[in-house]
Antibody, heavy 119, light 107 residues
Framework: QVQLQQSGPELVKPGASVRISCKASGYTFTSYYIHWVKQRPGQGLEWIGWIYPGNVNTKYNEKFKGKATLTADKSSSTAYMQLSSLTSEDSAVYFC????????????WGQGTSVTVSS | DIQMTQTTSSLSASLGDRVTISCRASQDISNYLNWYQQKPDGTVKLLIYYTSRLHSGVPSRFSGSGSGTDYSLTISNLEQEDIATYFCQQGNTLPPTFGAGTKLELK
């Protein structure tokens, strides 16, 4: 079965960077997009960008350019998102999600990774 | 960016009720409308894609409809496990954008 397993919660200091991982299993990693989505406490969902592991093409929401960097390791079927120059505005739960490119739907989601930015 | 509006932020219903949740796009999204369920533990699942197509494993009591800018999700016979927050998302134009969510609670 399709699974996306994300790394654990992070507590980081303002100005630092953090890398979150998303390990895929149960399907061909290189044939589907991996999206990243942000959710602040009590708020809605915000799309950060996607990576296509087959050719490592990426697409970012303009709002997150310079903040998020998406990468993927085909050998371990793992996608990564690095967030840099962290502020309190980056405190959120971050989800990875898979899509096949059809209809823009994200059909399987990771469990989410909580990032808290605090000194 | 396309704005997605869910005018009802919370909704109370009883078990067995028929519940409808609405979503409006700021422009025509040509049926590229998807619905997600987020449980209280944070787990997110796709329910419906392309307005009315049921994702694999989703119970048939869930259905979707709409066109143009107006869409809806209907739960025909509310069960305890359906208590969650529901988000719509447009997949017509990048960036994908989500509604603010409708929280479904038991009356």
């Amino acid at each position: 079965q399709v699974q996306l397993q994300q790394s654990g919660p992070e507590l980081v200091k303002p100005g630092a960077s953090v890398r979150i991982s998303c390990k895929a299993s149960g399907y061909t990693f290189t044939s589907y997009y991996i999206h990243w989505v942000k959710q602040r406490p009590g708020q809605g969902l915000e799309w950060i960008g996607w990576i296509y592991p087959g050719n490592v093409n990426t697409k970012y929401n303009e709002k997150f350019k310079g903040k998020a960097t998406l990468t993927a390791d085909k050998s371990s079927s793992t996608a990564y998102m690095q967030l840099s120059s962290l502020t309190s505005e980056d405190s959120a739960v971050y989800f990875c999600a898979r899509s096949g490119g059809n209809y823009g739907a994200m059909d399987y989601w990771g469990q989410g990774t909580s990032v808290t930015v605090s000194s | 960016d396309i704005q997605m509006t869910q005018t009802t932020s919370s909704l109370s219903a009883s078990l067995g009720d028929r519940v409808t949740i609405s979503c409006r796009a700021s422009q025509d999204i040509s049926n590229y409308l998807n619905w997600y369920q987020q449980k209280p533990d944070g787990t997110v699942k796709l329910l419906i894609y392309y307005t009315s197509r049921l994702h694999s494993g989703v119970p048939s009591r869930f259905s979707g409809s709409g066109s143009g800018t107006d869409y809806s999700l209907t739960i025909s016979n509310l069960e305890q496990e359906d208590i969650a927050t529901y988000f719509c998302q447009q997949g017509n134009t990048l960036p994908p954008t989500f509604g603010a969510g409708t929280k479904l609670e038991l009356k």
